[in-house]
Structure formats: C-alpha cells, structure tokens
C-alpha cells in the first residue's frame, strides 16, 4: 500500500520519524489479504483546528500533540472505503507498533488509553519526543 495524496498532505508538518512510522506501516498492510488499509487524516494542526474540535467534543484538550507535529490520527479503510468499527482499529494498531518497533520510535497508540479511547490517534511518546 502507498499512501494517497491526501495522506501526504496530512503528513507535512509531522515529525520525520512519525513520517517514517507510517510509511512503513503502510508497506506492511500491504500484505494484507482482507483489503483492509488506512489514509492519514489528520497531521499537524493549527490552534484554530484543535479549538474547533475541543468545541465540537472530538477532542478534550488544547494540549494536543498534533499542534507539535507530534501526532497523526488513521482512518481504517476497507477495499479503499473508509470504516470506522473499533475491530478494525487493533489490527492497524499492530502494523503501526511493529513499524514503530522496527524503527526504534517509541509511539502510543490512543486505542490504549484507559480513558477517552481514540483507536484512530497515534503520538510520539512524550517521555522521549518533547
């Protein structure tokens, strides 16, 4: 899988090793049988949009890593159709920690949080990227 045009233009302004974390998951859904896949829709984000968000209920913070380039938030795609059924999610979840894991970019991943569940978000761990 390659990432399409919007994905790439989600990603200007993201941290190159999160860049590089994406792109490599994408490699690895790849070789998915089950058409399963993923665009990137949201990157880096201005003040405004995260405001927009918090008013809106989609988001719960104006410290959001995405205002640092720190964060991306994937849509699960189906046959290139976007879903969004939790199940999906974990199995995105794993291309993008082993991708992670074999570039050596500790991540976190929101469908782990305890509170607030967001399986679309992933972030540059804030013990290690500021």
């Known amino acids: 899988m390659t990432l399409n ?3 790439e233009r989600a990603l200007v302004g993201v941290h190159a090793d999160l860049v ?3 792109r490599r998951a994408a490699e690895l859904i790849a070789g998915r049988t089950d058409g399963l896949g993923f665009i990137v829709t949201e990157g880096l984000r201005t003040k405004q949009r995260q405001q927009q968000l918090l008013a809106a209920g989609a988001s719960r913070t104006l410290d959001s890593r995405h205002l640092t380039g720190h964060a991306v938030d ?3 795609t189906v046959n290139g159709a976007v879903r969004w059924d939790w199940p999906l999610y974990p199995k995105l979840a794993e291309a993008m920690k082993q991708a992670a ?3 050596g970019v500790p991540i976190v991943w929101g469908g782990d949080w305890k509170t607030l569940r967001d399986g679309p978000h992933y972030e540059l761990s804030r013990a290690v990227y500021r």
Do not use: D, F, G, N
């Open 5 to 7: 045009e919007r994905s």
């Open 20 to 22: 590089a974390v994406v």
């Open 74 to 76: 994937l849509a699960a």
């Open 101 to 103: 894991a074999e570039r």
